[in-house]
């Protein structure tokens, strides 16, 4: 037990203070590119033997940031910004971001003109993901990223360290999968807050090294005799369900997080790169096409609802809680299927609102209240 809260202790240090987990690796000498939420293709950056940090905001008070971004902007990409402005991410080699939505099309000039500093590399993924041509302008585009990044690291990547690091993805891909599905036996150790934890504190660590503290939370759980949880059992969809603040809540009301489909979570590994298929570059393009259900994919016939009831059914939740990040079009666009498909399966759902930066509770504790009621 002693050794489950010391690794649980240690990613949850590295959510809380991402800068002292950068400062660790800088002081290793090694490189660090920032990854922009929540696409960025971190093998490149990983087989080019640097490490990817994952950029998803966090809590702080816009002030710079107004000169470049509206008040309606989404909130992670303006905490993004107010942190480089303020000079948090120095250090940093470079940074991803891909233009995957309106905000963050506007980043990719933003931050080029607002922080100078750290070169800026974009990337646009294909939206026709049914076109044959899509495969070949994603490896396109792969191919110019991994241009920019030699201008860091003095030498382009080469095929066989990506193989490499397409192993160690898929690799923490299944380790984190076999986590959520242990996890569910436990849930009095896995509160939704440390569940979080888990999840966000891989955008932190190199792949590797963080594999290797799931698989050790994962076997000291299984080492412990199965929990008969009393309480409710639900999902959480969305961008992300933060601050922490929120996921008390919902230990408070003994709803427990058998499952997710967050952009920050469960959506980053459940879909791996095919073994085979071509090189490392067109792998990795096949993976992006095999992604489903996400409200930042073009997919005409909306399948996120019904994939949530499949899941539902198959963990044993009782209803569904979304999280709609506050000013993403691209979430608010989908909830109108997403409910229609879970309230036709039977199944509830309500949805409240998420802001990062929001510093008064109460009336989500209430709408969550309602929840955990509906669901007796």
Known sequence: MAELRENLARLQAACDNP???????????????????PYTPEELVHASGMIPMGLWGGQTSFQKVTA?????????????????????????????????CDTLRCMTQNWRFGVPAIPM???????????????????DEFESVLTMLATTTGQMMNEKALCRT?????????????????????????????????????????????????????????????????????????IAFEPDEVLDILAENKLAVVGDDLAQESRQYRTDTPKKGGGGLKRLALQWNARRGCSLLHELNKP????????????????????????????????????????????????????????????????????????D
């Open 19 to 37: 800068r002292t987990q950068l400062d660790y690796y800088l002081e290793q000498g090694k490189k660090v590119v920032g990854c922009f939420a």
């Open 68 to 100: 470049y971004l509206p008040a309606f902007a989404c909130p992670i990409m303006q905490a993004n910004m107010e942190f480089a402005l303020n000079g948090v991410y120095e250090g940093l080699s470079a940074v991803i971001i891909p233009a995957i």
């Open 121 to 139: 590399i974009p990337i646009v993924y294909p939206q026709n993901r049914t076109s044959p041509a899509s495969v070949t302008y994603l490896v």
């Open 166 to 238: 397409i192993e160690t993805y898929n690799e923490h891909n299944a380790a984190m999968r076999d986590f959520a599905q242990v996890a569910n036996d436990h849930l009095d150790v896995v509160t939704p807050k440390v569940r979080h934890t888990v999840f966000k504190s891989a955008f932190f660590f190199e792949k590797g090294e963080h594999t290797t503290i799931v698989k050790e939370i994962t076997t000291a759980l299984k080492e412990r005799p199965t929990h008969s949880w009393t309480g409710k059992k639900i999902l959480l969809t969305g």
């Open 304 to 375: 996120r609802g019904n994939l949530l009831a499949e899941l539902c059914r198959g963990v044993g939740a009782q209803g569904v809680l979304t999280g709609l990040m506050k000013f993403c079009d691209p979430e608010e666009y989908d909830l109108p299927f997403l409910e229609n498909d879970l309230r036709q399966a039977g199944i509830q759902c309500v949805t409240v609102s998420i802001d990062q930066q929001s510093s008064g509770s109460e009336q989500l504790r209430t709408r969550i209240q309602s929840f955990a009621e509906l669901l």
